[in-house]
């Protein structure tokens, strides 16, 4: 079955340590795949997106992602936390759907705690 | 560029009581996508219209659930009766394309049945 997951429910770093955020996906095909985040109380925005382009997406707020198709992953990073970086991040990945469309399906998500 | 408009942002209903959430995507944007994620869940695919047709109504819980998109343009996701297990967060997104295109998500409903 074609699916999403987020490896890690919750990801607890240091400010100033890097953050990894852990995504492996399952599909019969090179998908498009995207990392939103969504901060408290707040909606879900676009961080940064793979579109079969380069395999290193650089996305907003010194975020990047790569994309491994040896490993079906497309694991976010960042070099160095930051308190504000504390939110909750999803990955997501255009899968088809039963009805013949492409259907945005997120993982579980993952919630990133930033200590100071 | 105006996003994906949704409101209310907030609704607090009671149980046995008729809602009414409204999406409004970008312009020119064919394709509407409705989520919902119940508290502490995942984030679930409710259905997709592309204009006004269903395309894909795979997610929907129930028949207590019915969305439209009249004309292609805003869309309307109902619930009645409202039941306690329908709070939650209701997200709708849009595209201008399937597949690789961007999706730009709204703010989300948040519903409350109490």
């Known amino acids: 079955a074609q699916s999403v997951t987020q490896l890690d429910s919750h990801v607890s770093v240091s400010e100033g340590t890097p953050v990894l955020l852990r995504c492996n996906y399952s599909s019969s095909y090179s998908p498009s795949l995207f990392w939103y985040v969504q901060h408290p109380n707040k909606g879900l925005q676009l961080l940064l997106k793979y579109t079969s382009a380069a395999t290193l997406v650089k996305g907003i707020n010194g975020f990047e992602a790569e994309f491994k198709k040896s490993e079906t992953s497309f694991h976010l990073t960042k070099p160095s936390a930051h308190m504000s970086d504390a939110a909750e991040y999803f990955c997501v990945v255009i899968l088809p759907a039963s009805g013949g469309s492409y259907i945005p399906t997120f993982g579980r998500g993952t919630s990133l705690i930033v200590h100071p | 560029e105006a996003g994906v408009t949704q409101f209310p942002s907030h609704s607090v209903i009671e149980k046995g009581q008729t809602v009414t959430l409204r999406c409004d995507p970008i312009s020119g944007h064919d394709n509407l996508y409705w989520y919902r994620r119940v508290m502490g869940k995942e984030i679930k695919f409710l259905l997709h219209f592309v204009k006004e047709s269903k395309q894909d109504e795979s997610g929907m819980p129930n028949n207590r659930f019915l969305a439209e998109r009249t004309g292609g343009t805003y869309s309307t996701l109902k619930v009645q009766p409202a039941e306690l297990e329908d709070s939650g967060v209701y997200f709708c997104?849009?595209?201008?394309?399937?597949?690789?295109?961007?999706?730009?998500f709204g703010s989300g409903t948040r519903l409350t049945v109490v």
């Open positions: 997104a849009s595209s201008q394309g399937a597949g690789n295109y961007g999706y730009t």
